[in-house]
């Protein structure tokens, strides 16, 4: 088996940083790159594709609903036709600067309540998925919801996430928070070596959960994301996916 480690980056925007994406950076294989709608902007965008190719990291899009001033963590009701062209527009303004570095666009990637909506919600899913059979990359989601059936069901690649530093409930879905509080890494290693070697996790109530992993997802605004991302790349290490 192999996996990868990505983490979402680029989040900061215009004089406020957030997130150590230099210090994560050597630790995962694949960023995904805000682009605009919940953070980052055009200098950070480049920048941060400058820095994933600096580390042979693969790069791709992490595209969301056009809410900076809720981190695209609240939901929203758009048509998906609409929705679907807001996708198209972020993908399009990352894959700009991936042309300019010689970078290819590796995989897609929703984000926070995005995410969530997608998880659930048939029309989101197929907005997103209206967007992404333009690219021929993978997205990146989670095994056995409305996201998995309508991404295979339209022909596009799929990639099961496990995150490492967000609780589960009893159903199998995220518990999103606006902020994220820091984790302890060993535990958060742990984690994700039983979720890739069992296919299982515990929830937030200690239910036994099935999960499936094709890559482990840190989140850089995590308070110790650099951390995190260290212990879990070395409990790892043997599954790493080769470039």
Do not use: W
């Amino acid at each position: 088996m192999q996996v990868g480690i990505n983490c979402d980056m680029g989040e900061s925007f215009s004089l406020y940083k957030l997130g150590d994406d230099k210090g994560i950076m050597p630790f995962i294989t694949e960023a995904n790159i805000a682009c605009g709608f919940h953070a980052s902007d055009p200098n950070h965008m480049r920048t941060t594709v400058e820095l994933a190719n600096s580390y042979g990291v693969k790069t791709g899009a992490h595209f969301s609903l056009p809410d900076q001033a809720g981190f695209g963590r609240r939901e929203m009701k758009i048509e998906r036709d609409e929705l679907a062209n807001i996708i198209i527009y972020q993908i399009g303004a990352l894959k700009a600067f991936l042309d300019v570095a010689g970078v290819p666009l590796n995989h897609l990637k929703p984000h926070g309540a995005l995410y969530g909506m997608a998880c659930r919600q048939e029309a989101v899913a197929h907005a997103i998925a209206d967007a992404a059979v333009h690219h021929g990359v993978p997205v990146f989601g989670m095994a056995g919801t409305v996201q998995e059936e309508v991404y295979l069901s339209r022909g596009l690649e799929f990639r099961s996430e496990y995150y490492c530093d967000l609780d589960y409930n009893d159903d199998g879905g995220l518990i999103i928070t606006r902020e994220h509080t820091a984790v302890d890494p060993n535990k958060a290693a742990e984690r994700c070596l039983r979720a890739v070697m069992e296919g299982k996790t515990d929830s937030i109530n200690g239910k036994e959960l099935a999960v499936r992993v094709d890559t482990v997802c840190v989140h850089s605004d995590t308070p110790n994301a650099v951390e995190v991302a260290k212990a879990v790349r070395n409990a790892l290490e043997p599954y790493i996916e080769q470039s």
